[in-house]
T-cell receptor
Framework: AQRVTQPEKLLSVFKGAPVELKCNYSYSGSPELFWYVQYSRQRLQLLLRHISRESIKGFTADLNKGETSFHLKKPFAQEEDSAMYYC????????????FGAGTRLFVKA | DSGVTQTPKHLITATGQRVTLRCSPRSGDLSVYWYQQSLDQGLQFLIQYYNGEERAKGNILERFSAQQFPDLHSELNLSSLELGDSALYFCASNGATGELFFGEGSRLTVL
């Protein structure tokens, strides 16, 4: 069965500290993995996707198929990074649906 | 606005009632996804439509139903409402890249 697990509901770090938001997935085929972000009073929006392999707002995420993980990392957290982060998986098994993890709230303290 | 639009933004109703949430996808997008977001459940996938046809189904209750019309807008019908149905309901559409574009959501409060 498809599943996305984000083990941390809340992550609190100091400004300038490294941050890693964990995401593990379960999927039988070849998934597409995404990170979505929801800033306060804004819509949920795409942050990055594993296919593009790009760095957005200093965040990167590497797909590790061996560990079935797609952790989101940033070397130096900023206060404006405070938001809700969702890891998502999309695939063509069982329908072309995208499922999300439970989300991790990142709080960056000054 | 060519983005995903949802109405109503807020809705308060009583248990046992029925409500309809409406969504218009981005211009040109054929898919519509519905998600339920509650405090302790995160984003739960409910159902997906593509060009008028149901494409995938998630954890959608039998009391809930949806459809996508020829003009591609979609409606999510929630009936026999219970307190636990109180949540934020999101609609999203996607284009060829697979990225989902979300609406602002409809906040349902069941009293």
């Amino acid at each position: 069965a498809q599943r996305v697990t984000q083990p941390e509901k809340l992550l609190s770090v100091f400004k300038g500290a490294p941050v890693e938001l964990k995401c593990n997935y379960s999927y039988s085929g070849s998934p597409e993995l995404f990170w979505y972000v929801q800033y306060s009073r804004q819509r949920l929006q795409l942050l990055l996707r594993h296919i593009s392999r790009e760095s957005i707002k200093g965040f990167t995420a590497d797909l590790n198929k061996g560990e079935t993980s797609f952790h989101l990392k940033k070397p130096f957290a900023q206060e404006e990074d405070s938001a809700m982060y969702y890891c998502a998986l999309s695939g063509d098994t069982g329908g072309f649906k995208t499922i999300f993890g439970a989300g991790t709230r990142l709080f960056v303290k000054a | 606005d060519s983005g995903v639009t949802q109405t109503p933004k807020h809705l308060i109703t009583a248990t046992g009632q029925r409500v309809t949430l409406r969504c218009s996808p981005r211009s040109g997008d054929l898919s519509v996804y519905w998600y339920q977001q509650s405090l302790d459940q995160g984003l739960q996938f409910l159902i997906q439509y593509y060009n008028g046809e149901e494409r995938a189904k998630g954890n959608i209750l039998e009391r809930f139903s949806a459809q996508q019309f020829p003009d591609l807008h979609s409606e999510l019908n929630l009936s026999s409402l219970e307190l636990g149905d109180s949540a934020l309901y999101f609609c999203a559409s996607n284009g060829a890249t697979g990225e989902l574009f979300f609406g602002e959501g409809s906040r349902l409060t069941v009293l």
